[in-house]
């Protein structure tokens, strides 16, 4: 299919972007570039690309790109930019999401692939895992910006555009476009350059954790099966066995690198706290095989950064660290308090 992948340059994007081309999609970008520099190594595949902030898509433009399938992926993308300016997030992850479906279903487009999370669940009620009927409770801008969004897209549904939701469990992994700022690349970092595993809360919050690629995967599997099949149907991307205490994270990654777990200064406990299961997928889409473990994931990523020599001031500075990119970029006067460029 001709396919749109929004924030093709972004963390994922530059993962799932390759991977589809691979499987003989026609792939066309959106991405204002905020992070296209952020690369480690060589940059992946390049792709035609709508250069247009996703506030500002309109059906002509995806029309005269003859977009057939929606991947979106483009979303102020964690909780500390979220919380900087909730407003923003509510325009760009939720507002945003249902133009940019709107303006889809407009031009033709049959399907719609939202990139939804697994944070939407947010404080789980005990420790049994989550299925995709379980209530929301999300306790940040970003989680609940994505149940919004899950239900506005709802009620786009059709016999002509189906969207589907794709609760991603919490990404890790090496990515051409790194990110720093999740939790097991992270510890993964301070093990390897300074001997301590070093958390940032107490560990004793429940996360399920999925790698990149298989989030790509997951994304193709469903771009392939038949549209009827996934209709109006979220799914909780992972696997059910890779659910983690946080503490259990450090202590797997002080084994696997070595170290010693440390606790950063005032670390708390995690309001987001919640176990799901990925039966549903897994019975629903077999073609979605994860073939991915935290600890097969953290050998990979220690690997990388000796490959591309990552040093920990890299990992944590403006490049890898997406709050610090954007105050990076703001304070040079390149971007404005709405994360628009400025004008030259």
């Known amino acids: 299919m001709r396919v749109l992948v929004t924030g093709h340059e972004g963390y ?3 993962v799932l972007v390759p991977r589809l ?3 003989g999609h026609e792939v066309v970008g959106l991405d204002v570039g905020l992070f296209a520099d952020c690369l480690i ?4 595949v390049e792709v035609p690309a709508i250069r247009t902030d996703l506030r500002d898509v309109t059906a002509d433009q995806l029309r005269d790109a003859r977009i057939e399938a929606v991947v979106h992926l483009a979303a102020i993308c964690n909780d500390p930019i979220g919380n900087l300016n909730p407003d923003l997030t509510y325009e760009v992850n939720h507002r945003s999401t249902l133009r940019l479906a709107r303006a889809a279903k407009e031009a033709g487009a ?38 919004l969004s899950e239900q506005g897209l709802l009620e786009l549904a059709d016999d002509d555009f189906s969207p589907t939701f794709l609760r991603n469990a919490t990404a890790y992994g090496f990515s051409p476009r790194l990110r720093g700022d999740l939790v097991v690349n992270d510890l993964v970092g301070h093990a390897l350059h300074t001997g301590q595993v070093r958390l940032q809360s107490d560990g004793t ?22 549209r009827t099949r996934i209709h109006a149907k979220a799914y909780n991307i992972g696997r059910t066995s890779e659910n983690y205490l946080i503490r259990d994270v450090a202590n797997l990654v002080r084994d696997l690198v070595g170290g010693t ?5 005032g670390a708390g ?25 935290v600890a097969k994931g953290i050998e990979q990523l220690v690997e990388a950064y000796r490959r591309h020599g990552l040093a920990l ?10 709050l610090k990119h954007i105050n990076a970029l703001t304070a040079a006067g390149r971007l404005d308090g709405e994360l628009r460029w400025v004008a030259a």
């Not at 001031?313 to 997406?322: K, N, S, T, V």
Request: net charge negative; charged share 25%.
């Open 21 to 23: 081309v691979a499987a």
């Open 41 to 44: 190594g060589p940059a992946p």
């Open 205 to 226: 919050a429940w996360r399920p954790l999925v790698h990149a690629d298989d989030i790509a995967a997951a994304f193709e599997a469903l771009l392939s099966v038949d």
């Open 313 to 322: 001031e890299d990992l944590m500075g403006a490049r890898h660290q997406r």
């Open 12 to 14: 994922l994007g530059s």
């Open 110 to 147: 049959t399907r719609f692939l939202f990139s939804s999370s697994c944070s939407l669940y947010g404080k789980g009620e005990d420790d049994a895992p989550l299925d995709e009927t379980a209530g929301f409770n999300p306790v940040t801008p970003y989680g609940e910006s994505k149940y």
């Open 261 to 265: 777990v440390t606790f950063a200064e």
């Open 269 to 293: 406990t995690d309001l987001r706290n919640y176990r799901v299961t990925c039966d549903l997928v897994a019975a629903e889409v077999p073609e979605f095989a994860p073939q991915w473990t």
